[in-house]
């Protein structure tokens, strides 16, 4: 049984629906440099490797064991709002944030369910719980949802927040279809790289190319776009990445020069081993690094790691290799803060 879940490798799992129409299964739009009237892509990079890539790595016996739980000693409580150009980020675990500032607040890629896969049985199961339990969740205003792969898109949670919050939902092309077919009342705001979603005066969404692809079957590969975003606020913007390869670093360089001066980058750390098959897709500690220098910001927060097993490396080890890099590249670690499930990192305006 495949455990690379999260990531779309959802062979023999289930979650398997019959095409809805020739070609693209959530998106019907023009052809641009990064969709082909079918797919979307990464324009000038691989794409992501294929399923016989995907059996070698799966019998390679190289994983590293994870322990069956790893708990955080933090679990926070959230305030109702966070005004001004004050900012306060919670960590919930893996890519799942609470950012609150100017009054609004927002929940990046929430996932409060047990394990990243279509099925209940099968698939990776959280070590730790979430930072904040979901009862103790302020009212969520928006919600950002990067792209659609299990660890990211998570229905269970994400109809759960509708019910109880019924906040709006903002991310890229395709996913709204995705979900409508389970929350149809839901308030999708969907977008293109380079689209701005005005959110409340003064707050902009910018949604910013990533290097990576998307899935939630078999038949579905690249139906959806993915995308990071830029949170621009009146204290200062947050780049928010989701997944993301590193390629030759441009993605970072450019979304540095379209927004300068960045207040924050929360940016991935884990899920990154084997290099030869999770390079084209996810960055390693090493290259966080790099990435947080070209886009300038002045803090970065790690995530994408200690929550579910999606790859290789051992629990712990972005946390000791994002160390070595910080040092090798000259980069305080203070810059560069490694937070867990239930910790806050704050600033004020």
């Given at each position: 049984?495949?455990?690379?879940?999260?990531?779309?490798?959802?062979?023999?799992?289930?979650?398997?629906?019959?095409?809805?129409?020739?070609?693209?299964?959530?998106?019907?739009?023009?052809?641009?440099?990064?969709?082909?009237?079918?797919?979307?892509?990464?324009?000038?990079?691989?794409?992501?490797?294929?399923?016989?890539?995907?059996?070698?790595?799966?019998?390679?016996?190289?994983?590293?064991?994870?322990p069956?739980?790893?708990?955080?000693?933090?679990?926070?409580?959230?305030?109702?709002?966070?005004?001004?150009?004050?900012?306060?980020?919670?960590?919930?675990?893996?890519?799942?944030?609470?950012?609150?500032?100017?009054?609004?607040?927002?929940?990046?890629?929430?996932?409060?369910?047990?394990r990243?896969?279509?099925?209940?049985?099968?698939?990776?199961?959280r070590?730790?719980?979430?930072?904040?339990?979901?009862?103790?969740?302020?009212?969520?205003?928006?919600?950002?949802?990067?792209?659609?792969h299990?660890?990211?898109?998570?229905?269970d949670?994400?109809?759960?927040l509708?019910?109880?919050?019924?906040?709006?939902f903002?991310?890229?092309?395709?996913?709204?279809?995705?979900?409508?077919?389970?929350i149809?009342?839901?308030?999708?705001?969907?977008?293109?790289?380079?689209?701005?979603?005005?959110?409340?005066?003064?707050?902009?969404?910018?949604?910013?190319?990533?290097?990576?692809?998307?899935?939630?079957?078999?038949?579905?590969?690249?139906?959806?776009?993915?995308?990071?975003?830029?949170?621009?606020?009146?204290?200062?913007?947050?780049?928010?990445?989701?997944?993301?390869?590193?390629?030759?670093?441009?993605?970072?360089?450019?979304?540095?020069?379209?927004?300068?001066?960045?207040?924050?980058?929360?940016?991935?750390?884990?899920a990154?081993?084997?290099?030869?098959?999770?390079?084209?897709?996810?960055?390693?500690?090493?290259?966080a690094?790099?990435?947080?220098?070209?886009?300038?910001?002045?803090?970065?927060?790690?995530?994408?790691?200690?929550?579910?097993?999606?790859?290789d490396?051992?629990?712990?080890?972005?946390?000791?290799?994002?160390?070595k890099?910080?040092?090798?590249?000259g980069?305080?670690?203070?810059?560069?803060?490694?937070?867990?499930?239930?910790?806050?990192?704050?600033?004020?305006?």
């Open positions: 049984m495949f455990t690379w879940i999260g990531c779309g490798a959802l062979l023999g799992l289930g979650g398997i629906q019959l095409l809805r129409r020739s070609g693209n299964r959530y998106y019907e739009g023009p052809v641009t440099p990064h969709f082909d009237g079918t797919r979307f892509f990464n324009p000038g990079h691989p794409d992501p490797k294929g399923f016989g890539d995907l059996l070698r790595w799966q019998l390679s016996g190289e994983r590293t064991r994870w069956e739980a790893v708990p955080s000693p933090y679990r926070d409580t959230p305030p109702t709002r966070v005004p001004g150009d004050d900012l306060r980020i919670s960590y919930v675990g893996h890519a799942s944030f609470l950012i609150q500032t100017a009054g609004v607040n927002i929940l990046m890629d929430p996932v409060w369910s047990e990243a896969s279509p099925v209940s049985f099968a698939g990776p199961l070590v730790n719980a979430p930072g904040i339990p979901f009862e103790a969740l302020p009212p969520v205003d928006l919600v950002l949802v990067s792209h659609n299990y660890d990211h898109l998570d229905l949670t994400l109809e759960r509708h019910g109880v919050h019924a906040p709006r903002i991310t890229p092309l395709g996913n709204d279809t995705i979900l409508r077919e389970r149809p009342g839901a308030r999708v705001t969907t977008g293109d790289w380079h689209d701005v979603v005005e959110v409340s005066p003064g707050v902009r969404v910018h949604l910013e190319p990533a290097l990576h692809w998307s899935a939630r079957s078999w038949n579905d590969r690249s139906h959806a776009l993915w995308a990071a975003f830029v949170l621009e606020a009146p204290g200062g913007s947050i780049y928010i990445v989701g997944d993301t390869g590193f390629g030759d670093g441009e993605t970072f360089r450019r979304v540095g020069a379209r927004h300068p001066d960045l207040r924050a980058a929360l940016l991935p750390i884990g990154y081993e084997p290099r030869w098959f999770m390079r084209s897709q996810h960055i390693n500690p090493e290259e690094v790099q990435a947080l220098r070209l886009c300038g910001a002045r803090t970065a927060i790690a995530h994408h790691w200690g929550t579910f097993q999606l790859t490396e051992g629990v712990h080890q972005p946390v000791e290799d994002l160390g890099a910080l040092l090798e590249q980069v305080d670690g203070e810059r560069f803060r490694v937070l867990r499930p239930g910790e806050v990192w704050e600033e004020g305006g």
